[in-house]
Antibody, heavy 122, light 106 residues
Framework: QLQLQESGSGLVKPSQTLSLTCTVS??????????WSWIRQPPGKGLQWIGY???????YYTPSLQSRVAISADRSKSQFSLQLYSVTAADTAVYFC??????????????WGQGIQVTVSS | IQLTQSPSSLSASVGDRVTITCRAS??????LAWYQQKPGKPPKVLIY???GLESGVPSRFSGSGSGTDFTLTISSLQPEDFATYYC?????????FGQGTRLEIK
């Protein structure tokens, strides 16, 4: 059974870099049938897609974060990672990693990690 | 593409039939999914491609619509259905979610 687990620092200082890793077990991140995304949810608010990485290494990032974000993958470890640069308090959120069905494009998210709370504070 | 859900919150009783609406700011064909989220948990997909029932999801959940107007219907509410529901479009990037509909016990 596929499982995703987020890990990383839960507390980041303003202007520093948020770094998270998602470890995938029970499946391969090299499959052409799926892509791998990060999604966040500020406290008490809705969901925001951050971006994805595909098995080919191709990426897409949501425009509002594009200048500050990078998603990479380490297939040997079945992991993909998020880096968000120059964070502010507005980046405080629960961060989820998720798998999406990929049919020429990123589709719906069929498997999610449990989420990790990240707080930006000095 | 902006997704607008209505209502934002809803009170209902066990056994009620409930409908939640999601309207897209432009046509998205059937590129829509519905999720259920309970407090402290990740979202769980219920419906994909507007009307496809995800494996393992009870048949009381159904989805319909295409273009700009979509609905999620729960035919007979069960106690475990009280949660927040989100729609998500995957017709074009960036993928976007609706603001959510909170379903509460009356």
């Amino acid at each position: 059974q596929l499982q995703l687990q987020e890990s990383g620092s839960g507390l980041v200082k303003p202007s520093q870099t948020l770094s998270l890793t998602c470890t995938v077990s029970g499946g391969s991140i090299s499959s052409a049938d799926y892509s791998w995304s990060w999604i966040r949810q500020p406290p008490g608010k809705g969901l925001q897609w951050i971006g994805y990485i595909y098995h080919s290494g191709s990426n897409y990032y949501t425009p509002s974060l594009q200048s500050r974000v990078a998603i990479s993958a380490d297939r040997s470890k079945s992991q993909f990672s998020l880096q968000l640069y120059s964070v502010t308090a507005a980046d405080t959120a629960v961060y989820f990693c998720a798998r999406s069905v990929h049919i020429n494009y990123v589709g719906w998210f069929d498997t999610w990690g449990q989420g990790i709370q990240v707080t930006v504070s000095s | 593409i902006q997704l607008t859900q209505s209502p934002s919150s809803l009170s209902a009783s066990v056994g009620d039939r409930v409908t939640i609406t999601c309207r897209a700011s432009q046509g998205i064909s059937t590129g829509l999914a519905w999720y259920q989220q309970k407090p402290g948990k990740p979202p769980k997909v219920l419906i994909y491609e507007a009307s496809g029932l995800e494996s393992g999801v009870p048949s009381r959940f159904s989805g319909s619509g295409s273009g700009t107007d979509f609905t999620l219907t729960i035919s007979s509410l069960q106690p475990e259905d009280f949660a927040t529901y989100y729609c998500q479009q995957f017709s074009s990037y960036p993928l976007t979610f609706g603001q959510g509909t909170r379903l509460e016990i009356k």
